[in-house]
């Protein structure tokens, strides 16, 4: 199982960026997808995630929305209104394992993409 993201770039503050992450690998069909980021000098954190709903850190809340294609075995992030502190490596990631109190666990994924890299300038 494989998980490729892209879409990451330079944006200016109260700009948008849509990250897209594909997963490829036999028949795998996960149950939750979710985004996570990565400041420099900073722990890893959640952002967003998708199982059947949709959980949002409070620091992305109405400005983030995360998708997902099932068909295409896709999840995509939509993200509005960036701030310079939205500045970091995002990296996608898949797993069968998580319930409502752990998906924003990076533990509770079986499988990371490679990161794309968001910035954001004021």
């Known amino acids: 199982v494989q998980l490729q993201a892209f879409g990451g770039g330079l944006a200016q503050t109260g700009g948008s960026l849509r990250l897209s992450c594909a997963v490829s690998g036999r028949t795998y069909r996960p149950t939750g997808m979710g985004w996570f980021r990565q400041a420099p000098g900073k722990e890893r954190e959640f952002v967003a995630a998708?199982?059947?709903?949709?959980y949002y850190a409070d620091s992305v809340k109405g400005r983030f929305a995360i998708s997902r294609d099932n068909a295409k075995n896709m999840v995509y992030l939509q993200m509005n209104s960036l701030k310079p502190e939205d500045t970091a490596v995002y990296y996608c990631a898949a797993g069968n394992r998580m319930i409502q109190s752990t998906i924003g666990e990076t533990t509770a994924y079986d499988y990371w993409g490679q990161g794309t890299l968001v910035t954001v300038s004021s």
């Open positions: 998708k199982r059947w709903t949709e």
